[in-house]
């Protein structure tokens, strides 16, 4: 049985940073790609990242260039997402979901789901 578990969101300041991290069990952790997503109030879900099986970064959504970074350590079965720079439009919940290769280098999910971490950034 797959399980997922988000953590380290929180409340923060416009301009401060969090690390989100995400554990993986009951799954061969760096056979699959994977990937953070967020989704806000009344909107659609969103890919955030996607980070291939040996650690490179294969997407970043425009609106996190350069203040995200995705990474992970295949050791651990964990996933992190350092978030600099927030903005208020970055608040939302946070996903991930080991996810499958996709052609145009985004994370295609598996439908293994955890409860996501809330992130909420203070104008």
């Known amino acids: 049985q797959v399980q997922v578990v988000e953590s380290g969101g929180g409340l923060v300041q416009a301009g401060g940073s969090l690390t989100l991290s995400c554990t993986v069990f009951?799954?061969?952790?760096?056979?699959?790609?994977m990937g953070w997503f967020r989704q806000a109030p009344g909107k659609e879900r969103e890919e955030v990242a996607c980070?291939?099986?040996?650690?490179?970064?294969?997407y970043y959504a425009d609106s996190v260039k350069g203040r995200f970074t995705i990474s992970r350590d295949n050791a651990k079965n964990t996933l992190y997402l350092q978030m600099n720079s927030l903005k208020p439009e970055d608040t939302a919940m946070y996903y991930c979901?080991?996810?499958?290769?996709?052609?145009?280098?985004?994370?295609?999910?598996?439908?293994?789901w955890g409860q996501g971490t809330q992130v909420t950034v203070s104008s």
């Open positions: 009951g799954l061969t952790f760096d056979n699959n790609r």
């Open positions: 979901a080991p996810s499958r290769y996709s052609s145009d280098g985004r994370c295609v999910p598996y439908n293994y």
């Open positions: 980070i291939r099986w040996n650690g490179i970064p294969s």
